[in-house]
């Protein structure tokens, strides 16, 4: 689908460069606003560009509040709107479903932030055998996971690590600027202001949870591998990186075994997934389940900041931090 997708696209674009020289120019998704017109695939997404665009940009998310951003389904009229925009910010494989409408409607650009160098991105494996850790792996670990039988996939979830969101900040940035270059300034003064702040809670973090008592999360899902890595945690996640997924009895035991050798006084959910599997297992162990957001989707009220300063505060509590 990435080579069909890039192809669409790249003759989205060179119609688009004849029609330039031809057509109406009210055709134009932005002209009536003048602003640069952006698709965002979900919330993180939208939050960034939002930041780094302010009032020169019209972004619309993709994923309406309150569904999960895996399960995305697009209405005929969110298809028609894609080839309206200026630029599709999105997550290759994250949301099948927004790749086969861009397919159908091609916008004027797009941008796979996945594909931003320097990102590096954590593998997974899709039943929850999520091990990430701050450190890089030894030859030995390594040569286990390529000797394993489980499937590894691309982790997704970066904006958890707000180092690696300033990564996405500054490509967003790069991209107005060559879009909108008349506006580039402003672009980059944006970026500027908005990376202050990352770097203001990477700090809170790092100092946050410096000292701990323990230092592996237990999760429902494997949305946390990014935060783990970042900050020297150990995430173990009962599912895998879908929240959809189904543990299986062996792993739950696993998961069961570790959390009660290490101490582990709360198991994880999330806010837009099922709280089942992880309140049963709180209740089998005897401790205590909480909420620990994934910031796939966001609720009115919140932002990216607020969520992830809940997060440091449940994190802390859980972990016994001092």
């Known amino acids: 689908m990435k080579m069909t997708f890039k192809v669409a696209l790249a003759l989205s674009l060179s119609s688009l460069l004849l029609a330039s020289c031809s057509s109406d120019p009210s055709d134009s998704a932005d002209v009536e606003t003048g602003k640069l ?49 200026d630029l599709l910010l999105y997550a ?27 990102l590096n991105l954590l593998k997974a494996t899709e039943d929850g055998h999520n091990h990430s850790h701050s450190h890089s792996h030894s030859d030995e670990e390594a040569k286990d996971e390529e000797d394993s039988d489980e499937e590894m996939v691309n982790d997704p979830h970066f904006w958890l690590d707000p180092k ?31 990376v202050a702040e990352l770097n203001s809670l990477d700090q809170k973090y790092a100092i946050g949870l410096k000292t701990c008592e323990r230092r592996m999360i237990v999760t429902s899902h494997a949305a946390f591998g990014y935060l783990a890595n970042a900050y020297d945690l150990e995430q173990e996640s009962i599912a895998g990186l879908s929240p959809d997924s189904e543990p299986t009895p062996k792993r739950l035991n696993e998961i069961s075994k570790e959390a009660k050798a290490d101490g582990t006084t709360t198991i994880f959910f999330e806010a837009l997934a099922s709280p089942k599997l992880a309140q049963t297992l709180a209740d089998d162990l005897k401790i205590t ?14 932002t990216y900041f607020s969520v992830m300063e809940n997060n440091l505060a449940a994190l802390r509590t859980a972990l016994s931090c001092n």
């Not at 952006?38 to 560009?49: L, Q, R, T």
């Not at 490509?171 to 202001?193: H, L, P, T």
């Open 164 to 194: 690696r969101l300033i990564l996405v900040a500054n490509s967003i940035a790069k991209k107005f600027s060559a879009i909108d270059s008349d506006n580039a300034q402003r672009y980059e003064d944006n970026r500027v202001a908005f």
């Open 289 to 302: 389940a909480a909420v620990l957001d994934p910031l796939e989707g966001i609720s009115e009220g919140q």
């Open 37 to 85: 017109s952006v698709v965002a695939a979900f919330y993180p997404i939208e939050f960034v560009a939002s930041a780094i665009g302010g009032d020169l940009v019209s972004i619309e998310n993709m994923t309406p509040p309150g569904v999960e951003p895996h399960d995305l389904e697009l209405t005929p009229s969110q298809v028609s709107r894609l080839s309206e925009a």
């Open 92 to 118: 290759e494989g994250f949301q099948p479903a927004l790749e086969e409408a861009a397919i159908q409607s091609p916008p004027g650009e797009s941008v796979d932030l996945l594909a931003i160098p320097g």
